[in-house]
């Protein structure tokens, strides 16, 4: 089973991201089980005991904003997952390159455009894993 932490402060952002993926990306790919936080401290919390495989942060959440807890988590976290933002503004996503995030999707949720950026990172994070070992895996 692979965990998507998705954070927003928003529950309707939450359900449009886990409706747009569904409980399977793609068929070469785990299940999906989704962690859905609402705060800044929770998504901290789960992504330092080792419990996403992949995070969809809400940019545009208060009063934790998702691109400083993608600077955060790169930042803190050994071997961090692969961190997806959600802007609203294509003049936001020069700032994901200061969040170090792994990718940027659009905000209104496109479910095709979300769901290939997760799919393209789950695979190479797994690639990672196998060509490094099961060591390298922290779940």
């Given at each position: 089973?692979?965990?998507?932490?998705?954070?927003?402060?928003?529950?309707?952002?939450?359900?449009?991201?886990?409706?747009?993926?569904?409980?399977?990306?793609?068929?070469?790919?785990?299940?999906?089980?989704?962690?859905?936080?609402s705060t800044g401290p929770a998504?901290?919390?789960?992504?330092?005991?080792?419990?996403?495989?992949?995070?969809?942060?809400?940019?545009?959440?208060?009063?934790?904003?998702?691109?400083g807890l993608s600077r955060q988590?790169?930042?803190?976290?050994?071997?961090?997952?692969?961190?997806?933002?959600?802007?609203?503004?294509?003049?936001?996503?020069?700032?994901?390159?200061?969040?170090?995030?792994?990718?940027?999707?659009?905000?209104?949720?496109?479910?095709?455009?979300?769901?290939?950026?997760?799919?393209?990172?789950?695979?190479?994070?797994?690639?990672?894993?196998?060509?490094v070992g099961p060591a390298a895996?922290?779940?």
């Open positions: 089973m692979t965990s998507i932490l998705v954070y927003s402060d928003d529950p309707d952002v939450r359900e449009r991201v886990t409706s747009a993926l569904g409980s399977r990306p793609a068929a070469d790919l785990d299940a999906v089980e989704f962690i859905e936080v998504v901290l919390d789960t992504v330092d005991h080792g419990e996403a495989d992949l995070c969809v942060l809400d940019a545009e959440a208060a009063p934790f904003g998702g691109m988590i790169h930042n803190e976290i050994t071997d961090p997952p692969p961190v997806i933002l959600l802007v609203a503004r294509r003049d936001d996503r020069w700032l994901a390159t200061w969040s170090m995030a792994d990718a940027v999707a659009a905000h209104p949720i496109d479910p095709a455009d979300l769901t290939a950026t997760v799919v393209r990172l789950l695979r190479a994070r797994i690639a990672t894993v196998a060509a895996d922290p779940h």
